[in-house]
């Protein structure tokens, strides 16, 4: 499956983004759905995830500013991000895990300047 991230960008501290994962397979059925992030020389970091059941799980230094949700009809997957702050500054990567197989979108650039 295919995974197409959009809604990166360049945003002041402080502010918000909201970005987009487009699956070309339905989500309905994938075991979980993540976002991770990379900064540059750093490892990439799981930073929110959804399962099927619709439990989600938060990296610590985001949890209270980002939400992941989901709308199955669209097979998309978003991640509000609010409060931002300059250590957000990553390429951020969608997830999704199926029964046969995971894919990996192709990262968006979040800036985020003080």
């Known amino acids: 499956a295919q995974l197409v991230e959009s809604g990166g960008g360049l945003v002041q501290a402080g502010g918000s983004l909201k970005l987009s994962c487009a699956s070309t397979r339905s989500i309905s059925v994938a075991n979980t759905m993540g976002w991770y992030r990379q900064a540059p020389g750093k490892q990439r970091e799981l930073v929110a995830q959804l399962t099927r059941g619709g439990s989600t799980n938060y990296a610590d230094s985001v949890k209270g500013r980002f939400t992941i949700s989901r709308v199955s009809a669209k097979n998309t997957v978003y991640l509000q991000m609010s409060t931002l702050k300059p250590e957000d500054t990553a390429v951020y990567y969608c997830?999704?895990?199926?029964?046969?197989?995971?894919?990996w979108g192709q990262g968006t650039q979040v800036t985020v300047s003080s």
């Open positions: 997830n999704v895990d199926w029964s046969w197989g995971t894919s």
